[in-house]
Each structure stands twice: as structure tokens, then as C-alpha cells.
């Protein structure tokens, strides 16, 4: 197992002078993923990069401007995902949406600490979003009802229902998928694929 110190001299090395947001950001990912919000602070996080307790406030003015940051960055990922997903034209349609959903999902499970920071409680609750942050995520649900007219445009979803009402069941179903797999109730990882498989196959309409 690698002590303490030894971390912390593999983490001080491994930025380069001028790009220390990057560096800060990456670490405070690291540590939300090891121990939570509550686990994260500005000196704990200058601490485990190696810096003064001074340095990342002039990034950060505070915790909270710090975790907008972080949750910022959850949405790039999020978004740069869909995009690689939906460009694909080696798939058919159907496993591009299969694709998407899953990925959501997977995503969900695999960082759940993020999840909870881009929609849970701690930023939105206390209306505490920067404007970074909000520039970001508001436009979330307009790219999914926008993405939602397209697919039943291809004649993957019905026409015959209201497209924000179906933008709002679906993502609504993918958000519950991931609530339950982070809280651990009546689900677990290894039933990811089955659960996205049948919700796919409940919103995608076979081909004619």
C-alpha cells in the first residue's frame, strides 16, 4: 500500500507550473470520489497537491465555487459522451439510443459522487450555481428534448407523443435507474444491462 507522503510527493510532481486549476481540479475529483463533499476542502485539497494553503484560492474562492467547478466538469463529460455516441455511423440508431442510455446509467454508477454534485441537493438546493455552471447544465434538458424530437423523427420514439412530455418520461426513467443503483435500493451494477435493455425496449418502437 503507498503512505502518505509518498502520495502526496507523486501528486506534487505532477503538474506543470501555470496549470494549476487542472491539477487542483483533478485531485478534488479524486478526493470527492474517496470521501465526499464533506471530505473535500481547499486545504485538504492544496495539502494533497502539494501547494500552499493560499494557492488554490486564487482558482477557488471558496468550497462552493470549487465543487460548481467539479460539476462543470461531470456536464463536459456527460455531453462529449453523447456526442462520440450519437456521431457513431457504424451503428444502427436504436444502438446508438441503447448506447446512450446505458452510458447515462454507467456513468451514474461508476461516480456516483459526481452525480449527486450535478444533480443533487448540495449546488441546486441552496441556488448556490455559478454562472459557469448554470450556462452548462440549464441547457441539459432543452439538448435531451431536442435529441427526443430527432428520435422520433428516425421513427425510434412515437410521434404521437408530446415530444417534451416524452424528453421528460425518458430522462426522468434514466435519472431513476441511476437514483436507485447509487442508493442501493432494489438494484445493484450487475443489473445494469437488463434495466437498460428493457427501457429501451419500452420507449424504442420496432421498425415497421
Request: hydrophobic fraction near 35%; charged fraction near 25%; include cysteine.
Amino acid at each position: 500500500m503507498q503512505n502518505t507522503s509518498s502520495k502526496k510527493a507523486t501528486t506534487k510532481g505532477s503538474y506543470h507550473h501555470g496549470d494549476l486549476r487542472s491539477s487542483l481540479l483533478e485531485a478534488a475529483k479524486a478526493m470527492l470520489s474517496e470521501s465526499g463533499i464533506e471530505g473535500l476542502s481547499l486545504r485538504k485539497l492544496a495539502d494533497r497537491v502539494g501547494v500552499s494553503r493560499t494557492a488554490p484560492y486564487h482558482h477557488f474562492k471558496d468550497k462552493n465555487e470549487l465543487l460548481c467547478a467539479i460539476a462543470q466538469e461531470g456536464f463536459d463529460h456527460w455531453h462529449s459522451n453523447a456526442e462520440r455516441i450519437l456521431a457513431q455511423t457504424d451503428i444502427s440508431n436504436r444502438e446508438k439510443y441503447h448506447q446512450f442510455f446505458q452510458s447515462y446509467i454507467g456513468y451514474a454508477a461508476e461516480n456516483p459522487e459526481m452525480y449527486d454534485l450535478m444533480f443533487g441537493r448540495t449546488i441546486w438546493k441552496q441556488n448556490s450555481a455559478t454562472k459557469d455552471l448554470r450556462a452548462i447544465a440549464y441547457p441539459s434538458f432543452q439538448r435531451q428534448v431536442e435529441m427526443t424530437k430527432k428520435w422520433q423523427e428516425q421513427g425510434l420514439m412515437s410521434l404521437q407523443e408530446d415530444t417534451l412530455r416524452l424528453a421528460q418520461v425518458t430522462w426522468g426513467t434514466m435519472h431513476g435507474i441511476a437514483r436507485l443503483l447509487i442508493d442501493g435500493i432494489y438494484a445493484d451494477r450487475s443489473h445494469i444491462e437488463e434495466m437498460c435493455t428493457c427501457a429501451v425496449n419500452l420507449f424504442i418502437r420496432e421498425p415497421d
